[in-house]
């Protein structure tokens, strides 16, 4: 697993989907959400499982 800091995660999650990221490499993409940890994030994993 790997994070990665950015500015805004809304911004680069509409990025992600305007790259159509899912389509071209089989992966899937969750929706952003806050989570307990106070980090909003989202989460994209490789065909293999691999987040």
Known sequence: ???LSVKSV???WE???NQK???KYNV???EPEQR???MR???LTDPSGVL
């Open 21 to 23: 990221i899912t389509e």
């Open 1 to 3: 697993m790997m994070h």
């Open 15 to 17: 990025h992600v989907q």
């Open 41 to 43: 994030d989202f989460v």
């Open 36 to 38: 307990s940890w106070k």
């Open 28 to 30: 899937k993409v969750t």
């Open 10 to 12: 809304d911004a680069w």
